[in-house]
């Protein structure tokens, strides 16, 4: 059975969840539209069903503690972007505030004692680690890219493998 701390904090990590795949959606969108990156595109798309996994997955814990997953509503996440990098810029900013989160919730779950959702967390802790990491290798790679296009050829052509590289 959860407390109703952890329950709230675990409905607010849905919401966050939540926002994360609309956030990656709204990227997936952007990138469509731009010429050549068809690669990206999907990168985004993966990206935001992964999230939608995510919240999914804690949907269904909630519930099976004998809580109520509630769902939330969704702010509207950032349309457009100036560029690539500016995108990927954003993604790891948000992947190390998704991370925070996660830390804020085992950091409660521990003070209340809850150590089975201290248990099922350490999946998201995990993850995290992995997807911090893989926003920090794009990262890296596109400020060595800088404004080269055939070097963007190539980042198009090779990111879903960086992506199976790091999972
Ligand atoms: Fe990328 O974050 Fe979910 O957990």
Known sequence: MLSNKVQAILNEQIK?????SQV???MASWAEIQPGIDNITSFFYQHSEEER????????????RG???????????QLTFPSIKHAFAALLKHEIFVSQ???????????????????FLQWYVAEQIEE???ARTINDK???IGDDKSGMYMFDRDILSIGIDKK
């Open 53 to 64: 996994q995510h919240m999914l997955k804690l949907i269904h814990f909630v519930n099976e």
């Open 101 to 119: 989160s996660i830390n804020n919730c085992v950091d409660l779950v521990l003070a209340e004692k809850d150590y089975a959702t201290h248990n």
């Open 142 to 144: 596109l400020e060595l």
């Open 132 to 134: 911090e990491a893989l």
């Open 24 to 26: 990656y959606l709204a």
């Open 67 to 77: 809580g109520f997953a509630t769902i939330p509503a969704l702010k509207q996440p």
């Open 16 to 20: 966050i969840e939540a926002e994360s």
